[in-house]
């Protein structure tokens, strides 16, 4: 396969998989041209070889930002602006770790706590079997917060970095 066509078949799986992990198809493929990209791209540069428009680019790139998977680069002379992806994979799993659970994981918890105090006859089966039930999710949910706080600080962690990077 040539390198174009593994790059195109690269920027278009990625799109798909983008759409699995909660993220729009055009985000994703943008940030894997940006990924397997030798040099900083223009929005121009994005716009033709995804084919998409101006207002697409500029709206994902924002959130791409936003994320801190994408970064803004000044080139001398230029009045364009330019973009870069992080290409550290580590760094970027970290950063989209951090991201869906600040967005998802602690929203949860936080509506977990204020649903687990609910009003009502302690006695009562169902009031019983609601509360239970939430602060079994709470639990869960709670552990699956320290595991990834866990895994977000392994990277400043010199010695747990090194080990899941020799691992890889």
Known sequence: ?????????FISSWGAFGTQWG????????????????EALTQDDIME??????????????DLIGWGLVDRVI?????????TAEKDIWKVATQIIRERKKRELDPMIKLLAQLENVEGDKKDK???????MVGKIKKLGKQA?????????ADENWFTSSLLKMIK
């Open 145 to 153: 917060d320290k595991t990834l706080d866990l895994f977000i600080k």
């Open 1 to 9: 396969m040539k390198l174009a066509e593994a790059k195109q078949q």
């Open 75 to 83: 080139v001398a002379g230029e009045r364009k602006e330019y973009f």
């Open 23 to 38: 993220i729009n198809r055009t985000m994703a493929q943008i940030h894997a041209l940006l990924l397997v990209s030798t």
């Open 49 to 62: 070889q995804l084919s998409i428009s101006r207002g697409n680019v500029n709206m994902n790139i924002r």
């Open 126 to 132: 169902e009031v019983q079997q609601f509360t239970e």
